[in-house]
């Protein structure tokens, strides 16, 4: 007695939904719906395609490679020099007005931060502001931990390959050079510098590194990044950010600069122009290349006709698998089945 009643205390309501009894529509493809919807599905891709294209032709780009491999290069000389913060410059000239806002990028190829031991090679709880990590870095940093016995803080090979080079920009108007202004305010993701990166709760933020040294390939310490504006360093430094979040394919390009004020808000306009250019970065043992981009940008995005391209195809592929079915049904009109 006490078991059947066990078991019926067990045994689920007898409702249309706990029975599994509710309602239910399953399609029937036949061909009067599948051919007319693979047109439709195909027509949408292709419009999709054809606007995703024409606008990605419409943004303006000018690109400039700066390795120095070649020697009629202006920064040829920079690459057999062991100088640091070598000058060199590229001169260029702009045909029609670079439509604002300008974003400059700095590029690298044959550079694979999707590499899984590089990747890895950081101290999350450190880059969060956790002292207790400033003194004993994770192992996963190796072999960027310590350096003559002391704690490297940021530690890791990410942090340590951090982009050195700098630039200016200025237009040549009447023979003399007029500083083009960059803007870095804004630069790296929302939430790397709000959620994901933080520093340690310490004034002043220099005292925090104390018992610590800077990342090998570093010329100055984390809380020295940016002099010119004391918020701008440690963890949450915009070009510190930036080169944190990795790209996923070897050839790649990152924000360092927006174009947006001053006589320039709308753009560059037409004229000829000097970028400087500091050079620290080596890329030559990699087999590397070293390129700067002056881009806008659309309701898309940047430039990218691989997308429109694929939209296209996909579309296509689906107005010419409807004819080869509509072909099919017309020869063999195979009967619904009832």
């Known amino acids: 007695m006490v078991k059947e009643e066990q078991e019926s205390s067990d045994r689920p309501d007898n409702t249309a939904f706990t029975q599994q009894r509710l309602p239910a529509w399953q399609p029937m493809l036949s061909p009067g719906i599948v051919i007319p919807g693979f047109v439709l599905i195909g027509l949408a891709f292709i419009g999709i395609g054809v606007a995703l294209f024409v606008?990605?032709?419409?943004?303006?780009?000018?690109?400039?490679?700066?390795?120095?491999?070649?020697?009629?290069?202006?920064?040829?000389?920079?690459?057999?020099?062991?100088?640091?913060?070598?000058?060199?410059?590229?001169?260029?000239?702009?045909?029609?007005?670079?439509?604002?806002?300008?974003?400059?990028y700095y590029g690298l190829t044959n550079y694979f931060q999707n590499y899984r031991r590089y990747?890895?090679?950081?101290?999350?709880?450190?880059?969060?502001?956790?002292?207790?990590?400033?003194?004993?870095?994770?192992?996963?940093?190796?072999?960027?931990?310590?350096?003559?016995?002391?704690?490297?803080?940021?530690?890791?090979?990410?942090?340590?390959?951090?982009?050195?080079?700098?630039?200016?920009?200025?237009?040549?108007?009447?023979?003399?050079?007029?500083?083009?202004?960059f803007d870095g305010k804004g630069i790296a993701w929302w939430s790397?510098?709000?959620?994901?990166?933080?520093?340690?709760?310490?004034?002043?933020?220099?005292?925090?590194?104390?018992?610590?040294?800077?990342?090998?390939?570093?010329s100055k310490p984390a809380y020295e990044l940016d002099l010119s504006d004391p918020a701008n360093n440690g963890f949450i430094n915009q070009d510190f950010l930036v080169w944190m979040r990795r790209a996923a394919l070897p050839d790649f390009n990152k924000l360092y600069r927006r174009i947006t004020d001053g006589d320039y808000e709308e753009g560059l306009p037409a004229g000829k122009y000097t970028l400087e250019i500091s050079y620290n970065y080596p890329v030559l043992s990699f087999g590397g290349r070293k390129k700067v981009v002056f881009?806008?940008?659309?309701?898309?995005?940047?430039?990218?006709?691989?997308?429109?391209?694929?939209?296209?195809?996909i579309g296509s592929l689906c107005v010419f698998m409807s004819i080869v079915m509509l072909i099919v049904y017309a020869k063999f009109k195979f009967p619904e089945e009832e």
């Open 192 to 218: 790397d510098y709000n959620v994901k990166y933080r520093n340690p709760s310490v004034t002043p933020l220099k005292n925090a590194f104390n018992g610590t040294v800077k990342p090998i390939f570093w």
């Open 55 to 104: 606008t990605s032709n419409s943004i303006q780009v000018l690109e400039m490679d700066y390795t120095g491999v070649e020697q009629n290069s202006p920064c040829f000389k920079c690459t057999n020099t062991d100088v640091k913060n070598c000058m060199c410059k590229l001169d260029f000239s702009i045909d029609t007005l670079l439509k604002g806002p300008v974003f400059f």
């Open 119 to 181: 990747g890895v090679s950081k101290d999350d709880n450190q880059l969060s502001g956790d002292l207790d990590y400033f003194e004993t870095p994770d192992d996963t940093c190796s072999p960027y931990e310590y350096d003559n016995n002391q704690p490297i803080v940021p530690c890791g090979s990410v942090a340590n390959s951090m982009f050195n080079d700098t630039f200016k920009l200025y237009q040549i108007v009447s023979g003399a050079k007029k500083l083009v202004p």
């Open 295 to 313: 881009s806008n940008v659309s309701w898309m995005g940047g430039k990218n006709e691989f997308l429109g391209i694929a939209y296209l195809v």
